[in-house]
């Protein structure tokens, strides 16, 4: 299932629904069941009966909204954190001429961060270094620690990232929209590998991100495992998994977004971001 998180005109606030295909119509499951919650954090901590009532919706093809109809928002806006992993690409480490880590690297962003999969990117004006990172992106459920997988772009400030507040990450990548997320949440069992999904950014339609999620150095279920021996999981939690070599900062000379440029970023099964830089 491709579970997604909407509003309409006249929805007043957030829905829950699916995508009847990647960039497809949309069903309503707060129609289809008017007692399942309108977000997606409490939609996920419904767990197993949350989810068969969404197959349930699936099946009967009603409350179907046409696609034109409806803005989608990040799968999930208030999750309890966002967890990065940095340098978990091996073809990245090779792009950086550095060893693997030996144990994964764990920073945070600010969920405030967070916007949808079609929503702008907010270019500071404190900021010249805005870089781009394609990532896979997963969301946890407490029952079986893992319901689904997503896109996620892990916008960084990289003069903030990597030369000032004593080099620590969080700033540089905490700005408000510097999480874009979506555009839907695939459950598991809708992901063929998600070791193995083609993984790409293109910025003004130039490709500069091609690689591979095989690459990850520490696969998903290390990295739940890893970070649950210091924080409890909860449902909706997001975890950002790393990203390929192709990131600005590295290129020679650097190259930095600029307002006006477009950047998608796509995974395979999963779908495409869409976020113009402003």
């Known amino acids: 299932m491709r ?41 996920l901590e419904g767990g197993e009966a949350a989810l068969a009532a969404a197959r349930k919706a699936l099946a009967s093809h009603q409350h179907v909204l046409p696609r034109s109809e409806v803005s989608l928002l990040a799968p999930v806006i208030n999750p309890g954190k966002v967890i990065c992993v940095g340098m978990n690409y091996a073809d990245h ?64 400030a990289r003069d903030w990232q990597l030369k000032k507040n004593g080099t620590q990450w969080v700033l540089g990548k905490s700005f408000d929209t510097f999480c874009p997320l979506g555009p839907a949440l695939v459950t598991k069992d809708a992901v063929s590998d998600p070791h193995n999904l083609g993984i790409r950014c293109r910025v003004n339609g130039e490709l500069v991100q091609d690689s591979n999620t095989s690459q990850m150095i520490f696969k998903v279920p290390t990295l739940v495992s890893w970070v649950s021996q210091f924080a409890t999981l909860y449902p909706g939690d997001v975890f950002l998994t790393g990203t390929p070599p192709g990131v600005g900062v590295f290129r020679k000379p650097p190259m930095f977004l600029k307002r006006g440029d477009e950047v998608q970023c796509e995974i395979d099964e999963l779908g495409t971001l869409h976020n113009k830089v402003v």
């Open 3 to 43: 579970l997604v998180q909407f509003q309409t005109k006249s929805s007043g606030g957030p829905r829950v629904g699916l995508e009847e295909k990647d960039g497809g119509n949309v069903i309503d499951l707060n129609a289809c069941d008017s007692s399942l919650p309108r977000t997606m954090r409490e939609f």
């Open 93 to 156: 480490c090779r792009e950086q001429g550095m060893e693997h880590p030996k144990e994964p690297i764990i920073f945070s962003k600010f969920t405030s961060s967070i916007v949808g999969p079609c929503d702008n990117i907010v270019h500071p004006p404190k900021s010249n270094e805005l870089d781009w990172e394609v990532e896979l992106a997963f969301e946890s459920v407490a029952m079986d620690h893992i319901v689904g997988f997503t896109v996620g772009h892990d916008v960084s």
